[in-house]
């Protein structure tokens, strides 16, 4: 089933939280929303959802418009950010809870929530009450209840933010796993940007209520559309520097250092900490000021002209703290941002 | 298709507005009768179908249910009841409550079980023996047997003592450092900071001495005016006419003066009262 | 724990409040009990001619107590489950709603505050054969008049009017507990529980109810317990004979209680305690009884 949002507008009292928002999730495919917190992402879940009510717009699944379906007629699945577990119901009460509301014998909607644990891979736990399970533990009872009704879309709020770093790695896993078992189509919202690089098809990155860039993972890494999602995305994140453009050189303090195909102006400059290359003959400049040793990699800080640069170097090199650099980048890769607005310059 | 959801959701919604309203003027209807009769003149009193409005309203009728009764000492009595009481509770209460929230000493935690389980208790159970200290004490008729047994109360100890226990310890232990004493300590910050409890806790008592009728009825005679409260008084004012026939419109006047005060009190302070009843239960 | 050497210094603290709590309550506790068992007591000089159980004897003998114990309990079965379904359903029905959800919470809670006395005469107007309100709008539907509490009146019609007034003032506080509880329930059950396309009784009895079983639970035993002490309303409404009509004695176990003590008969003050004892484990018992029945329902 695929999802569609056309001209999606959400206008709290003071705030426009979602802006204009058209985008598609594909069908069958597991899409991560993501952005810093107050971007939008949450919002635009819960209008998926039908929880709130658009204040424009258009909301599709497949080619029939939900926009003004109440959510219980839509055939969604969500799971909360605290996955709103009955406390007072059993794990299988809580699965077999929606299943009951359709009139399902009791027999089938059993067998149903049995499958259902067993597919999260806690059908020992079917008597127990969610007080008594570990946070990863009630996230499988609220992925198996959203799933029990098979839903024709499945809505994921934060899903892995209430859980420690440990138990973090392990069910994104099983949430990958879980969405290719069922081929359903999974939208799911997150603030933690490797969260999203790790699992998803498709990720919509969100700022302000306005989609920035929807993208596969690798290529919003690789190819961002403007500073936001470059610093976004990455983990240390993007080095940024003010440059300027004279005579097709990019000129970085005062130095002339690489040639670029674009008319006179300032812009930013920005390079992964990963692409620093120590080199005696490379075109810029650094003073380090700290050096950390980090198992395999050294990772040196520097300023360039007072603006802090990270890079990350072979722990091999030799450098130290007071040392001038000269460096290159790998493969050549940076990106060039119009100093105001943050648009990529190509 | 789509029309079909909002109008069930609006239907639904309508539903539940017309159903809290209608038993919102359910509950309001006494209100409304006591005030709408004590406005009417003697003749519409009687009316037989009663009207269920009218404009001719008779204010004056509060001025002479008020003159006819000795409403102006209930009043003073009450107001000196209450403050009394009050008083008295604030300080027993928040002296106790900082010793079972701060202070350590040998059998604490078995003094407060053994209070809580007072709470259990039917005041019915006590009062007979009150009644007969107070007789024996010979204090009967006298304003002490009103405020004596008001001046503590094992529930507004425990409502504070939890406040209390919210307080950071920090505080205690920096105040120690500092060389202040238990008392000012207590004065100074515990107080200060627990405040909204000990005005609702204010607020509470002074409604209870207001609504008082059974132990005053008790302990005091019913022909001695001097300590009389309001609501005994109420109860024992005849509002009547020449020939002895009850002037309802002067009774609910009676009932409105009594009643007036009180609802302002509530209608100003509800949080406070609304904090401290649903915190935990005491019926008034 | 901050080291305080001085036990002395904490009972000092306290001491203000535990003399009065030992003089009016721990004491009285003792004495009242010990007192029920006394023969011919008089508490003016405190002489007795011994213990025995007399006096609970003549309790259960006596048909002015059995009159008293059968309208307390009719007063009590009828009034607190009425009282307690009608809550629940307005403070749901109040936690539903945005706009006028404070007027109308304001409106609930008015008969909180007010005095019984006052508000009895009300209700005593109210129920006024000729003049009252009730009979008024009744007539618009063709019933009644009812006599209500008059000299005519049935004991059913003047249970009713005890029964309604208890009703009507026992809400404010029930809906204010049970407000603030379903205040306390996470809005993500009820989101959960709508995608889900829960049907909305389906809510308020799988969801609502078993989460605010706690707050009901608490507010059964004390609306019992309440309920078992009515006195000062039936006295304000029937006045001190507390009779209506014909079969009409309404008055209660409290109002025994009261009754036995206000006498000046000899040993009347020993009767009173007596029947106060036989009160307090009549509630005990019931309060045992719906702690074992709520102790496997109710979910904390």
Redesign the interface.
């Known amino acids: 089933m695929e999802v569609r949002l056309e001209g999606l507008t959400k206008k709290f009292t003071d705030v426009v939280a979602v802006d204009n928002v058209s985008v598609v999730f594909p069908s069958g495919k597991l899409t991560g929303l993501l952005g810093p917190s107050g971007c939008g992402k949450s919002t635009t879940l819960f209008l998926l959802a039908g929880l709130y009510n658009p204040t424009e717009g258009k909301i599709f699944f497949g080619d029939e418009e939900v926009t003004e379906i109440p959510p219980e007629k839509r055939g969604i699945g969500l799971v909360f950010q605290n996955y709103a577990l009955y406390p007072h119901m059993s794990v299988e009460k809580n699965i077999m809870f929606p299943l009951e509301n359709m009139k399902m014998p009791k027999a089938e909607a059993k067998q149903i929530a049995y499958e259902m644990a067993k597919l999260v891979q806690i059908e020992e736990l079917l008597d127990r009450k969610p007080k008594q399970l570990s946070g990863g533990q009630q996230q499988r009872v609220a992925i198996a209840r959203a799933l029990a009704k098979k839903p024709r879309v499945l809505l994921l709020d934060e899903p892995l933010s209430n859980l420690d770093a440990r138990l973090r790695l392990q069910t994104r896993e099983e949430i990958k796993r879980i969405q290719r078992e069922t081929g359903i189509t999974t939208i799911f919202v997150t603030h933690d940007q490797e969260e999203a690089m790790s699992i998803s098809d498709q990720i919509i990155v969100m700022e302000k209520g306005i989609i920035n860039q929807v993208d596969l993972p690798q290529k919003l890494y690789n190819d961002p559309i403007n500073l936001f999602v470059a610093k976004f995305l990455g983990n240390p994140p993007i080095n940024v520097v003010e440059a300027e453009i004279v005579n097709k050189v990019l000129v970085v303090n005062n130095k002339k250092t690489i040639k670029v195909d674009l008319p006179n102006q300032k812009v930013k400059l920005g390079f992964r900490p990963e692409d620093v290359r120590i080199d005696p003959n490379g075109p810029l400049e650094a003073n380090i000021y700290m050096v950390e040793m980090v198992g395999r990699d050294t990772s040196i800080l520097c300023t360039i002209n007072n603006e802090k640069i990270r890079g990350i170097i072979d722990s091999e090199i030799e450098v130290n703290v007071g040392d001038n650099i000269k460096f290159d980048l790998r493969k050549q890769r940076f990106y060039l941002f119009e100093y105001n607005t943050g648009a990529r310059l190509r | 298709m789509r029309e079909n959801y909002k109008l069930w959701y609006y239907l639904r919604k309508s539903l539940v507005y017309f159903l809290l309203i209608f038993a919102a003027v359910l509950v309001f209807i006494p209100f409304y009768w006591m005030i709408l009769t004590a406005l009417k003149s003697d003749y519409a009193v009687e009316l037989v179908p009663p009207e269920m409005f009218t404009w001719d309203l008779h204010f004056k009728n509060f001025i002479d249910a008020y003159k006819s009764t000795r409403f102006d000492l209930y009043f003073r009595n009450t107001l000196f009841v209450a403050f009394c009481s009050t008083t008295g509770t604030v300080i027993t209460t928040v002296l106790a409550s900082f010793a079972f929230a701060r202070l350590e000493f040998k059998g604490r935690d078995t003094i407060f079980m053994l209070l809580l389980a007072t709470m259990m208790i039917p005041g019915e159970m006590l009062i007979i023996t009150n009644f007969v200290t107070i007789k024996n004490w010979q204090l009967d008729d006298t304003f002490a047997a009103l405020i004596l047994p008001f001046m503590t109360s094992v529930f507004y100890i425990f409502f504070l003592r939890q406040t209390f226990k919210q307080i950071p310890n920090e505080l205690y232990l920096a105040a120690k450092v500092d060389g202040t004493s238990d008392f000012k300590y207590l004065l100074k910050i515990m107080v200060p900071i627990a405040k909204p409890t000990i005005l609702t806790i204010i607020i509470l008592s002074a409604i209870g001495s207001w609504n008082a009728y059974v132990w005053p009825n008790l302990v005091t005679s019913l022909s001695n005016e001097s300590v009389k409260l309001i609501s005994n008084g109420l109860r024992s004012s005849a509002f009547v006419d020449d020939l002895g026939r009850v002037k309802y419109n002067w009774q609910m006047a009676g009932s409105t003066i009594v009643t007036i005060p009180i609802l302002i009190v509530f209608l100003t302070l509800k949080k406070y009262i609304i904090r401290g009843v649903s915190r935990s239960g005491i019926k008034g | 724990?901050?080291?305080?050497k001085h036990?002395?210094?904490?009972?000092l603290?306290?001491?203000?409040?535990?003399i009065?709590?030992l003089?009016?309550?721990?004491?009285?506790?003792f004495?009242?009990?010990l007192?029920s068992f006394k023969e011919n007591y008089q508490?003016?000089t405190?002489e007795y001619d011994g213990f025995s159980i007399q006096h609970y004897m003549d309790v259960f003998k006596s048909s002015k107590f059995k009159v008293a114990f059968k309208n307390t309990m009719i007063l009590t079965i009828i009034s607190v489950p009425v009282s307690i379904v009608?809550a629940l359903?307005?403070s749901v029905?109040?936690n539903?709603?945005k706009r006028?959800q404070g007027f109308?919470q304001?409106?609930?809670?008015?008969?909180?505050?007010?005095?019984?006395?006052?508000?009895g005469?009300?209700?005593q107007?109210?129920f006024?054969h000729?003049?009252?309100?009730i009979?008024?709008v009744i007539?618009w539907f063709g019933i009644g008049p009812v006599h209500w509490m008059d000299a005519y009146a049935s004991y059913g019609e003047a249970m009713a009017v005890i029964i309604i007034y208890s009703i009507?003032s026992?809400?404010p506080?029930k809906i204010?507990?049970f407000?603030?509880g379903l205040q306390t329930i996470?809005k993500?059950?009820y989101?959960?529980?709508?995608?889900?396309?829960?049907?909305?009784w389906?809510v308020f009895l799988?969801?609502t109810v078993?989460?605010l079983?706690p707050m009901i639970m608490?507010i059964t035993i004390?609306s019992f317990?309440?309920a078992?002490?009515t006195?000062?309303h039936v006295l304000?409404l029937f006045g001190d004979g507390g009779t209506a009509g014909d079969p009409g004695n309404l008055k209660t176990m409290?109002w025994y209680?009261?009754e036995a003590?206000?006498s000046s008969k000899k040993g009347s003050?020993a009767v009173?305690?007596a029947s106060?004892?036989v009160?307090?484990i009549v509630?005990m018992i019931f309060?045992a009884i719906q702690m074992y029945i709520n102790k496997k329902r109710v979910?904390y």
């Open positions: 724990m901050f080291e305080n036990n002395w210094k904490g009972y603290y306290l001491a203000p409040a535990l009065l709590i003089i009016f309550i721990i004491y009285p506790l004495n009242t009990f007192t508490f003016m405190g009608i359903l307005i029905g109040l539903s709603i006028l109308l304001t409106i609930f809670f008015l008969p909180y505050v007010t005095n019984v006395i006052a508000i005469l009300v209700f107007f109210m006024n000729n003049y009252g309100i009979n008024t007539g009507w026992s809400l506080f204010m507990v407000l603030s996470d993500q059950y989101q959960a529980a709508q995608i889900d396309a829960t049907p909305k389906r799988r969801i078993p989460l079983s608490y004390t317990m309440g078992f002490k006195y000062e304000s409290v209680i009261y003590l206000d003050v009173a305690s106060a004892v009160l307090f509630i309060t979910h």
